[in-house]
């Protein structure tokens, strides 16, 4: 069974640039994930979507940040523009349903700005 | 307002010996807790859960044991093995209403030969 895909694994960029970064989750798993890992602190959930709708956006600053899920596969992540703050590990993970316990994640976007 | 704490950034353990990572959290209202295993430039992967209705679940090597009371959980490595050398993230939720999981700061666990 393959894994949570997400690319690309790195990125550097200026201060006020653009990012976006993709994941494709495990095949068949309706709910999908976006972590931020700030260096020294646990995964922060910004975004999960239940196929293409999404469940719980609470913690994603709308000014700049942005994701969606189309046909309730894949799903891209943008930040616009972006801040020194924002420098993070970027997680996508996935699980059967919402509610259901065990989430896969990927390997991370990790992201630099300068 | 950090809803879920690993207190010891690192922890530095002999092969072979037993391991003992800890975790707090203050919601009362969480009563499910997992533990992820973390290496260097991968995705976390799921190690071990534990509901509230019980206070000690086994897997191999790794058991998590709950003090609800306290609000404290540890995750028992025994042996210890060098492969073992990760973060640990210590996760909480609550099962109602598909809330989002909550982790904490992580601990950096190295096993030494």
């Known amino acids: 069974e393959a894994g949570v895909a997400q690319s690309p694994r790195y990125k550097i960029i200026e201060k006020r640039q653009s990012v976006a970064f993709w994941c494709n989750p495990i095949s068949g798993h309706a709910t999908l994930y976006w972590y931020q890992q700030i260096l020294g602190q646990g995964p922060k959930l910004l975004i999960q979507?239940?196929?293409?709708?999404?469940?719980?956006d609470s913690q994603l600053p709308k000014d700049r940040f942005s994701a969606e899920r189309l046909k309730g596969v894949d799903s891209t992540l943008k930040i616009q523009p972006a801040k020194l703050e924002d420098s993070a590990v970027y997680l996508c993970?996935?699980?059967?349903?919402?509610?259901?316990?065990?989430?896969?994640f990927g390997p991370g976007t990790r992201l630099t700005v300068l | 307002d950090q809803q879920v704490k690993q207190n010891s950034p690192s922890l530095s353990v002999q092969e072979g010996r037993i391991s003992i990572l800890n975790c707090d959290y203050t919601n009362s209202m969480f009563d499910y807790f997992l533990w992820y295993k973390k290496y260097p430039a991968e995705g976390p992967t799921f190690l071990i859960s534990i509901s509230s209705i019980k206070d000690k679940n086994e897997d191999g090597r790794f058991t998590v044991f709950l003090n609800k009371s306290a609000k404290h959980l540890s995750l028992h490595i025994v042996p210890s093995q060098p492969g073992d050398s990760a973060v640990y993230f210590c996760a909480a939720r609550r099962i109602q209403g598909a809330q989002k999981l909550v982790f904490g700061q992580g601990t950096r666990l190295t096993i030494n030969p």
């Open positions: 979507f239940q196929n293409n709708g999404v469940v719980d």
């Open positions: 993970a996935s699980s059967l349903r919402s509610g259901y316990n065990e989430q896969f």
